[in-house]
T-cell receptor, first 112, second 111 residues
Framework: KAGVTQTPRYLIKTRGQQVTLSCSPI?????VSWYQQTPGQGLQFLFE???????NKGNFPGRFSGRQFSNSRSEMNVSTLELGDSALYLCASSLEPLGGYTFGSGTRLTVV | QKEVEQNSGPLSVPEGAIASLNCTYS??????FFWYRQYSGKSPELIMS????GDKEDGRFTAQLNKASQYVSLLIRDSQPSDSATYLC???????????FGTGTLLAVQP
């Protein structure tokens, strides 16, 4: 059974650019969440989607957005990148919202 | 006050000993509690979930939940060097209806 797949694994972007990260959940999982992980802040909740609907959003600026498609795949977008957006972005999926999540390997974003 | 608090460690235990990891949470109506293990450079991996007061055992791992004290713990018996990792406590439900993580406790098991 394939796990949670995140692409790309690594990204280097310049300040002011935008980026789109992709996540394919485990087959059959309809809940997808995104987290930002940094050494200082730990895992910070970005958003949660279930059946194409955003159920919850964390305390991030509007530059961070996301969506979920009918096949449960999800994307997150960060516009007008700032140096502080450099982090590991993790996607996690579960059968139901707020269930035990399975995490993907993450996308390491570096903003220069 | 942070929503989920953990001692950052490092917690150092000798091989074969019991490692005890603790977590407190602030939202009294939280419903679901999880422990994740994260090796350096890897993503978090779910190792235990607990939903009601008391103990839940799975192999060498025991999760303990005390909702009155807003406290959840993880015991690792017969600790092995391969258990050396950061252990993340996560709490869901309640007012925020989000899965919130603590910052993790680094466990080092000494051979």
């Amino acid at each position: 059974k394939a796990g949670v797949t995140q692409t790309p694994r690594y990204l280097i972007k310049t300040r002011g650019q935008q980026v789109t990260l992709s996540c394919s959940p485990i087959s059959g999982h309809r809940s997808v969440s995104w987290y930002q992980q940094t050494p200082g802040q730990g895992l910070q909740f970005l958003f949660e989607y279930f059946s194409e609907t955003q159920r919850n959003k964390g305390n991030f600026p509007g530059r961070f957005s996301g969506r979920q498609f009918s096949n449960s795949r999800s994307e997150m977008n960060v516009s007008t990148l700032e140096l502080g957006d450099s982090a590991l972005y993790l996607c996690a999926s579960s059968l139901e919202p707020l269930g035990g999540y399975t995490f993907g390997s993450g996308t390491r974003l570096t903003v220069v | 006050q942070k929503e989920v608090e953990q001692n950052s460690g490092p917690l150092s235990v000798p091989e074969g000993a019991i490692a005890s990891l603790n977590c407190t949470y602030s939202d009294r109506v939280s419903q679901s509690f999880f422990w994740y293990r994260q090796y350096s450079g890897k993503s978090p991996e779910l190792i235990m979930s607990i939903y009601s007061n008391g103990d839940k055992e799975d192999g060498r791992f025991t999760a303990q939940l005390n909702k009155a004290s807003q406290y959840v713990s993880l015991l690792i018996r017969d600790s092995q060097p391969s258990d050396s990792a950061t252990y993340l406590c996560a709490v869901t439900g309640g007012a925020t209806n989000k899965l919130i993580f603590g910052t993790g406790t680094l466990l080092a098991v000494q051979p």
